[in-house]
């Protein structure tokens, strides 16, 4: 790892805990060479953009636009020209810059994503660039260990910012924009379509892949299926099963704590929302594999889905992000390509039908994020820090402006099973 230095505090920014965030509590060393460099290449990839970068003495960059404001350009180019966009991220995270409007700065960078950097420095970045740690990989102990890390972190924490459903996933929404209010309708109009869409109603055999807090198990149950519903969170679980409970449907939905690849049974419909994410590119077969040996015949597996275009997953494959080291380790977001061509490779399943709701997404994540900042207050009262805060403000801005630069889609996907003769 690159030597680092400590960070000085600058403005109104509380130090940072070293032991909690070790690597935004130093800032890496870098030569004179790669900083020049580093600057030059800031200055070419945002002379066009429709932004506005200004540093402490007055001097800018950009076409104009919003603004993002540097306040110490030493660590700011420092953390860039070592570790990229992962150090742009800590850079926001340390407080050495701002934005009053950061979905929107977040927004035009997401659109120029691919050429912000030239390609040839882009090939040599690939020589030195952090790799995705082996303990991150999605096996069945890694998995553990990545889906407790983020929907473990407090129960609490989420509902703080989600709405009374507890859908921590897309909304579809009737009208774009949306309010706070239209949350909880949205949620369950995204759920109904992803259950008809399986055609889930009394008496089917439900298997749901990734619990939530539960919403989609209560509603499936209200159909009179009867589900079963897997997670690894034991904070999720917990509070799922108290919530089926509480709706008068324990004896209908049942909540296991397991590994997909442990699953035994057959049933007549599988729904998954936004899991295949978690699952990672090198297990994607070992999911679809497993879809396919538990979906009884006739079966339908109805998939909600974050996708990306093929040639950017392609090209960011084996990359390793600021999402990664932060927010969902060994995660990895498919394209639609991708899971058609895994499918159709490993198993009898095909895809039958999907269309995206990707504006949908940014919305939601716009309602979050700003319910997320209001509460500020009892982000802090629930124990985490500062950090914390800018973490997961970056963090929801930073999945807002893929979603609004259509980087990033959301798609349903219905996928049903070829039968043999």
Known sequence: MNARVARKPHRSVPPVDRALWPDVAAIPRASRARLTVTRAVVRRAVADLPLTVRFPHGGTLGAGGPLLEVHDPDAFFRRLGTDGLIGFGESYMAGEWDAPELAAVLTVLAGDIGTLVPAPL?????????????????????????????????????ALFLDETLTYSSALFAHLPATPADLPAAQHRKIDRLLDLAEVGAGTRLLEIGTGWGELAIRAAARGADVVSVTLSHEQRALAQSRIRRAGHADKAQVLLRDYREIEG??????????????????WPVYFTALD?????????????????????????????????????????????AIDRTVRRHTRLRVAEHDGFGPHYAETLRLWRERFTARADDVTALGFDAVFHRLWTFYLAYCEAGFTARYLDVRHLLLTRKETA
């Open 122 to 158: 882009q090939r040599l970045r690939r020589l030195w660039a952090q790799r995705q740690p082996a303990a991150q990989r999605n096996t069945p102990e890694g998995a553990r260990r990545n889906i407790q890390r983020h929907y473990d972190l407090s129960n609490d924490l989420f």
């Open 266 to 283: 057959s049933y007549d419909a599988i729904v998954s929302v936004e899991m295949i994410e978690a699952v990672g590119a090198e297990f």
């Open 293 to 337: 040996r538990l979906l009884a015949p006739g079966g339908k597996v109805a998939l909600q889905a974050i996708t990306m275009p093929d040639d950017r997953m392609r090209a960011t494959r084996t990359g390793y992000t600021w999402i990664h080291k932060y927010v969902f380790p060994g995660g990895k977001i498919p394209s639609t390509e």
